[in-house]
């Protein structure tokens, strides 16, 4: 039978939503500053059929809590019970799991998978730990692109760090950086050999410009916001864009549509939705945006309105190349007319433009 940690070539990311991600890390970070100790158990390899796939984290605490999930189920269960292990210990450990029936350590699933569960020892007081957890928490606010670092030796997780394009390669004494950084890309990456180093995307840079406050925009944000995309709402008007309106955006501002391109810095990180009140202001917007690097540019309206925007695009100035970024009617085709579904069809949108950029496919 070929050892367990054959299968990291499988790997595959499925992890917590940001939200749930950045929860994890403040309960260990908490955890540690009270001086309790804690494990973390990681998925750091999976093939086949799996509940979750590399990247899904659970901690567990020295009062038997958790926090996170690894999947739920039998893998759950028993990770549980090794985390408690590792905290007796206070000791490091891996365990691989098979997902199928009449398979050697099968758990009883039917899923048809393998995944290996990382399990490392965080200690209460830890003035190390308890600052790597902040700074991973912290990182859920920076809107800059990030990735965790963990090193395996022996197959077992011994180190863990973090790496940002702005400072480098963080909390990781013996970790390499000239190892990690062919490795940093949309994906969970791997070198070969021993010690091995995982590199898993944690955070990425970038907003979602919502320019406009509207009824769809109003619809549009905190779905987005559930996604893990950081929005900017733009908007002319005051009342249309006060914090109790759009309460899950993470900056507002008021400014005329003219001036948008004086007022905010879009980078090729960063998706431009045009939706305000009236066609003169759209295209005012798309003008503007047509000139950065936009990831995304979609402007809400009609077949019509597009023939129309074209030619006043190519008076403007605008080459016809890049007319194809435009994404307009912005939204996916799924026959929406409310407010709501048209905020769902252009989310869906956003997100297979953001899965595509992952791909190197956008």
């Given at each position: ?19 749930a991600m950045k929860e ?138 973090v790496y940002t394009r ?197």
């Amino acid at each position: 039978m070929m050892p367990w940690w054959s299968i990291l070539s499988g790997l595959r990311l499925k992890r917590l939503p940001h939200n749930a991600m950045k929860e994890l890390f403040e309960a260990l970070r908490d955890a540690i500053a009270r001086g309790e100790d804690a494990v973390l158990c990681t998925i750091v390899a999976s093939s086949g059929s799996t509940p979750r796939g590399s990247g899904a984290r659970m901690a567990v605490f020295a009062d038997g809590t958790t926090r996170g999930t690894v999947g739920g189920g039998a893998v759950e269960h028993e990770s549980v019970a090794l985390a408690r292990q590792a905290l007796a210990r206070r000791c490091a450990l891996t365990q691989g799991f098979h997902l199928a029936p009449n398979q050697v350590a099968d758990i009883g699933m039917v899923c048809g998978g393998q995944v290996v569960v990382a399990f490392q020892f965080f200690a209460g007081g830890d003035a190390a730990a308890q600052a790597l957890f902040s700074y991973l928490a912290a990182l859920f606010q920076m809107h800059r692109d990030a990735w965790l670092v963990t090193k395996l030796a022996n197959g077992v997780a011994v180190e863990l760090g973090v790496y940002t394009r702005e400072e480098g390669l963080l909390f990781a004494e013996d970790i390499p950086e000239a190892e990690i950084l062919p490795l940093l890309g949309p994906r969970v990456a791997r070198t070969q050999g021993e010690p091995c180093y995982c590199v898993e995307p944690l955070t990425r840079a970038g907003f979602v410009y919502v320019f406009g406050g509207g009824h769809v925009s109003q619809a549009l944000v905190p779905v987005l916001s559930k996604i893990e995309f950081s929005i900017v709402v733009y908007e002319d008007r005051e009342r249309f864009a006060s914090p109790a309106r759009f309460p899950d955006a993470a900056r507002i501002l008021v400014a005329p549509f003219a001036e948008a391109a004086a007022r905010v810095s879009i980078t090729p990180n960063d998706y431009a939705v045009i939706m305000t009140r009236g066609h003169q202001a759209d295209f005012a917007v798309l003008v503007q945006m047509l000139r950065t690097p936009a990831s995304y540019i979609g402007m809400i309206g009609s077949r019509h309105k597009i023939a129309a925007t074209h030619a006043r695009l190519l008076a403007a100035g605008i080459p016809e190349a890049e007319f194809a970024r435009i994404h307009s009617p912005i939204g996916l085709p799924i026959g929406a007319e409310t407010p709501e579904e048209i905020a769902i069809s252009i989310a869906a949108e956003l997100i297979a433009h953001r899965a595509n950029a992952r791909r190197g496919e956008a």
